[in-house]
């Protein structure tokens, strides 16, 4: 797949497109079929941790739209980023206090 080799890319706009591109149109109905789409969740946990905002920001867009056809397969995913990356969540993590860079981009 050619997204595969543009997520590591240093062109920023062309892995933002990788994202961008893999929302779940309407048109495109298998990218909302939560047994057809693991390949798309894995190119999404590989950009989660993107150094570009604009990256990061699409993937979280990307992800809000599937919670809408596979909530819980995107709950079980957050969960695994979130454990994978070792925070711990609590009340206050939207503030942001005490995490490090890396945490901070994965919130």
Known sequence: MVL???INDKNQ???RFVAESLRPKAE?????DSNQNDKILDILTKLNSDPSISVRKSV???IKDLSKYMSQKIIDLMQTWIKEANIRVHDE????????????RLI
């Open 13 to 15: 706009n062309l892995r």
């Open 60 to 62: 979280g867009n990307n």
């Open 4 to 6: 595969t080799n543009w």
């Open 93 to 104: 993590l939207a503030t942001e206090i005490g995490l490090n860079r890396v945490e901070k």
């Open 28 to 32: 495109i109905k298998w990218l909302r």
